[in-house]
């Protein structure tokens, strides 16, 4: 750069001493000098001025192609945005579809297993009703049985004692008793069957209350995730 500004000081201080030429502005210059001069300013200039001014030449080109780029990347950079949130809503829709099918199978199955306890809860209590009614039944029949046996050695006693009467009366009193403690026995076996029949049907009432409220907490699991995905889809913990 320091023969650059050496040469150019030559080419003024040339100019400034030409002879200058009779009724005009220019003068006359030794050419060869001159050329000499701007040859050694043109081999002193960098090459780096020469490619920054290519830069310069070409940089309408270098603008256009850089915001070119720009333009894709941004676009490649919008379309997979939006895929990316497109799967994540398929996503996000195939775990909602899943949970509230997995839920709905839940509660089909509380309600069946409810339906099956309450089924068999309900024969049991009706077989132990009706265990209860047969023994009852038998009892009574026992009693009556022996009643009538007593009635009949009574009278066969009366018959066969000449004096029959207290005989008669004894034989009454023991059917009385044998029916009264038959018909006690009777009473306290189906009071028993009762206590027996109503402590089963007390657990039962409890495992249907638990069933029920196991079902109520399916459901209400059921409808919670649907609330809350149509409030936020792509917030998710299951």
């Known amino acids: 750069m320091y023969r650059v500004f050496e040469a150019l000081d030559e080419l003024v201080t040339i100019v400034e ?4 030429v009779p009724m005009t502005s220019g003068c006359v210059v030794p050419r060869g000098d001159v050329l000499e001069l701007l040859d050694d300013v043109r081999d002193a200039i960098p090459a780096e001025l020469d490619d920054a001014q290519d830069v310069l030449d070409h940089r309408d080109e270098l603008v256009g192609k850089a915001q070119h780029d720009a333009d894709q990347a941004v676009s490649k950079a919008r379309s997979d945005a939006e895929r990316m949130v497109s799967e994540a809503q398929h996503e996000a829709e195939r775990m ?5 099918a997995r839920a709905e199978r839940m509660v089909a199955d509380a309600e069946d297993q409810a339906q ?6 309900r024969q049991e ?5 009706g265990r209860a009614h047969a023994e009852a039944d038998r009892m009574v029949q026992a009693g009556r049985a022996n009643y009538e046996r007593a009635i009949e050695e009574g009278r066969a006693e009366q018959a066969r004692l000449v004096d029959g ?3 008669v009366q004894a034989a009454h009193a023991e059917a009385a008793r044998v ?15 009762d206590a027996y029949v109503d402590g089963k049907l007390a657990d039962f009432e409890d495992l249907l209350a ?3 409220r196991s079902v109520g907490k399916g459901r209400s699991h059921l409808r919670g995730p649907a609330v809350a995905s149509a409030a936020a889809p792509f917030d998710y913990h299951e």
């Open 165 to 167: 009467t207290e005989v």
């Open 179 to 193: 029916l009264d403690a038959a018909q006690t026995e009777a009473i306290r076996l189906r009071n028993e069957c």
């Open 125 to 129: 209590y009706e077989d132990l009703v």
């Open 210 to 212: 638990h069933t029920l």
């Open 116 to 121: 099956r306890t309450v089924s068999a809860g």
């Open 17 to 20: 001493e030409a002879r200058g």
């Open 96 to 100: 909602l579809s899943e949970a509230r």
